[in-house]
């Protein structure tokens, strides 16, 4: 286990867009200059379509990139575009020298993930498996302020905004990138949000309770709250449509999007709203390094079903881009958990025997969990020392675990059984 430390108070959530434009006398004829690799997910362009646009394939200078900005293609990812000069110059400046902590069979890094990512190999995680915090919906045990590259400084999920969660988001994906294989997937489970007045709850049960009215609180006693008054744009009770902007901007950053998957929770939270339909279902997004990446569908055929394998009496022995799961039980103590059987089935998917699989995001360890029964190595992140205690008892009490266990995993049939859609897994 490798450890970085510090906990905080978090404050509301009060929409504030700032006002900020890009001061062109400023930068015009600097001599800084950038390769076309770094500046393309940065203005939110395929590297070709820079050259195309610059009529050149040679380092970019200051005014071009202010050209870029431009363009009418030009789409910001996670640097606002009164930013983007001030990061490409920063980003050129930073010089990486961290120590890789040796991986056998499981490693849990504590720490926030923008920084303990360069702890990782480059080029050794085949598989990124993750549930990230949602924006403005949960308090997490020990959570850390982030500086990010906006400039905004917050826990991850506590942004002022929503653009800045979709900006933080798209941040940490473009910080996976080098440490993914050629043949990489990543599978990213968010909700949406939306644009509402609301106390921020620990988890699920909590809400639950609120709306029996068995709440004791009130909202001033509450340790922080979202206001939905003061966005740019968005009214009162309005989706964010955080899913979406997110994978338009990984496929931004250079990742092929391979599909929005829906991932249907028969035993979802009632809601308390009369003006809309209630929600039922998540996101996975599946991104990958490559137009064909490690992918064998036939697992999902061969996995037991509480691994991922198919949910029989919801899922047809087709995998399509409805995945029909409950939701975890929330045991051990993480009010955020996702069933094992979703980490399962992308892991099953995308990965070998022996391959690593990371959670940036890893909480109780059940993305852990479906790595070890499925005999592949694995990494997991998180900022709480209370959440890597937990997935360590987690993930080290997984009997049969090992590269033999993955065998029998995968070659363990059992057709006809249906998965608990209780919240038993
Ligand atoms: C939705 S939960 C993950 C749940 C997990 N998939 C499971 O099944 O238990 C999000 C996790 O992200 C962690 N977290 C929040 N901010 C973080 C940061 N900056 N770096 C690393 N972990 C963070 C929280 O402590 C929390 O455990």
Redesign the pocket.
């Known amino acids: 286990m490798v450890t970085l430390k510090q906990a905080v108070q978090l404050p509301d959530i009060k929409p504030r867009t700032p006002l900020a434009s890009l001061d062109r006398a400023a930068w015009i004829g600097r001599p800084e200059r950038f390769s076309v690799e770094s500046v393309a997910p940065i203005v939110g362009m395929a590297p070709h379509f820079v050259r195309r646009a610059l009529g050149h394939g040679g380092d970019v200078t200051v005014d071009e990139v202010i050209a870029l900005m431009d363009q009418d293609a030009f789409g910001e990812t996670f640097v606002p575009r009164s930013q983007v000069l001030d990061y490409l110059v920063r980003e050129s400046e930073v010089n990486q020298t961290a120590e890789t902590p040796e991986l056998e069979d499981y490693l849990l890094i504590e720490?926030?993930?923008?920084e303990v990512l360069s702890l990782i190999e480059p080029g050794s995680v085949q598989c990124v498996v993750?549930?990230?915090?949602?924006w403005g919906l949960?308090m997490?045990?020990?959570?850390?302020i982030?500086g990010w590259a906006d400039g905004e400084e917050c826990?991850?999920?506590h942004e002022q905004t929503p653009e800045g969660f979709v900006r933080h988001t798209v941040q940490i994906l473009h910080q996976l990138r080098p440490v993914l294989t050629d043949e990489a997937s990543i599978w990213w489970?968010i909700m949406d949000s939306y644009n509402t007045r609301t106390q921020i709850r620990g988890n699920a049960a909590e809400a639950l309770r609120a709306m029996q009215g068995k709440e004791t609180k009130s909202w001033a006693d509450h340790d922080a709250r979202r206001y939905s008054a003061g966005h740019s744009y968005l009214k009162d009770g309005e989706q964010c449509l955080l899913p979406t902007q997110i994978a338009e901007r990984a496929s931004r950053l250079g990742y092929f999007v391979k599909s929005v998957i829906t991932w249907a929770k028969p035993s979802s939270m009632p809601e308390p709203q009369n003006s809309r339909v209630s929600r039922g279902l998540e996101y996975i997004i599946h991104m990958s390094t490559v137009r064909a990446p490690k992918f064998d569908k036939t697992a999902y055929r061969r996995m037991r079903p509480t691994l991922g394998g198919r949910n029989v009496g919801y899922e047809s022995d087709k995998l399509s881009d409805v995945w029909v799961m409950p939701t975890?039980s929330g045991k051990n103590g993480?009010g955020?958990?996702?069933p094992t059987a979703l980490?399962g089935r992308c892991i099953g998917l995308s990965t070998d025997v022996n391959d690593v699989v990371l959670?940036?995001?890893?909480?109780?360890?059940?993305?852990g969990v479906a790595a070890r029964a499925l005999g592949r190595r694995f990494i997991g992140?998180?900022?709480?020392p209370q959440?890597i205690t937990s997935a360590d008892e987690a993930i080290s009490a997984v009997k049969g675990s090992g590269f033999e266990a993955a065998g029998r995993d995968l070659s363990e049939v059992n057709p006809h059984q249906e998965l608990p859609m209780t919240g038993e897994l």
């Open positions: 720490g926030n993930v923008t993750t549930s990230t915090p949602y949960r997490y045990k020990d959570s850390k982030v826990a991850y999920g489970n975890s993480h955020a958990q996702f980490p959670d940036p995001f890893v909480g109780s360890g059940n993305s992140i998180d900022v709480s959440y």
